[in-house]
């Protein structure tokens, strides 16, 4: 998107034929520089410790174990300036849940203040309820997750699932489905 603007991409999760071989193309000449690909968060955390990879991808939690470690190991997260992908956390209810009731409530405790922000501390992620900043132990949670910077997640493209049906609404072409995506990751991870 930022450093090939000539291929009009403008949702990474919509790619036609040529934007997704540029985006493959471009992971495979990145390949001798990367020792690993994110599949496993203990692999990633073990080469990070013996210095194996020095850039990569990760969530947020294994950044704060490795910084808690004893010794502590130095790591940073940064956003690139041409963006980032991300993900919201959510929970779920089964269309067959036996009690309704029983899972509601549980999803409204989840979502309250003052869970919201244990787990949002934990996790080391912004909350997804407000009222949860004034709660963190950390008072300054919610400044170093960005939780009220609306500028911050402009350019953070939320996961959502690719379809052939493209999601940033052109019509007049094809877009690689999550199954072309799977394939894909799969001959370049290798």
């Given at each position: 998107?930022?450093?090939?603007?000539?291929?009009?991409?403008?949702?990474?999760?919509?790619?036609?034929?040529?934007?997704?071989?540029?985006?493959?193309?471009?992971?495979?000449?990145?390949?001798?520089s990367v020792?690993?690909?994110?599949?496993?968060?203990?692999?990633?955390?073990?080469?990070?410790?013996?210095?194996?990879?020095?850039?990569?991808?990760?969530?947020?939690?294994?950044?704060?174990?490795?910084?808690?470690?004893?010794?502590?190991?130095?790591?940073?997260?940064?956003?690139?300036?041409?963006?980032?992908?991300?993900?919201?956390?959510?929970?779920?209810?089964?269309?067959?849940?036996?009690?309704?009731?029983?899972?509601?409530?549980?999803?409204?405790?989840?979502?309250?203040?003052?869970?919201?922000?244990?787990?949002?501390?934990?996790?080391?992620?912004?909350?997804?309820?407000?009222?949860?900043?004034?709660?963190?132990?950390?008072?300054?949670?919610?400044?170093?997750?960005?939780?009220?910077?609306?500028?911050?997640?402009?350019?953070?493209?939320?996961?959502?699932?690719?379809?052939a049906k493209?999601?940033?609404?052109?019509?007049?072409?094809?877009?690689?489905?999550?199954?072309?995506w799977i394939?894909?990751?799969?001959?370049?991870?290798?």
């Amino acid at each position: 998107m930022a450093t090939k603007p000539e291929l009009g991409i403008k949702n990474p999760y919509a790619l036609d034929d040529t934007q997704f071989a540029a985006a493959i193309d471009l992971l495979k000449q990145q390949k001798p520089s990367v020792t690993q690909r994110w599949v496993d968060y203990l692999k990633q955390m073990d080469d990070f410790r013996s210095g194996t990879s020095n850039v990569g991808t990760t969530w947020q939690i294994i950044t704060n174990l490795l910084k808690a470690e004893k010794p502590p190991v130095a790591v940073d997260v940064i956003k690139p300036k041409e963006g980032a992908t991300g993900w919201s956390d959510t929970w779920m209810i089964n269309s067959k849940t036996k009690n309704l009731a029983c899972a509601y409530a549980y999803i409204d405790y989840l979502t309250s203040p003052a869970t919201n922000a244990k787990i949002a501390e934990w996790f080391g992620e912004a909350p997804g309820n407000s009222k949860s900043c004034a709660l963190t132990v950390d008072p300054n949670h919610c400044t170093i997750f960005h939780a009220d910077d609306d500028a911050f997640w402009k350019d953070v493209w939320y996961w959502q699932t690719p379809e052939a049906k493209c999601v940033d609404g052109r019509t007049d072409v094809q877009c690689k489905d999550f199954g072309e995506w799977i394939k894909a990751w799969t001959e370049v991870k290798g």
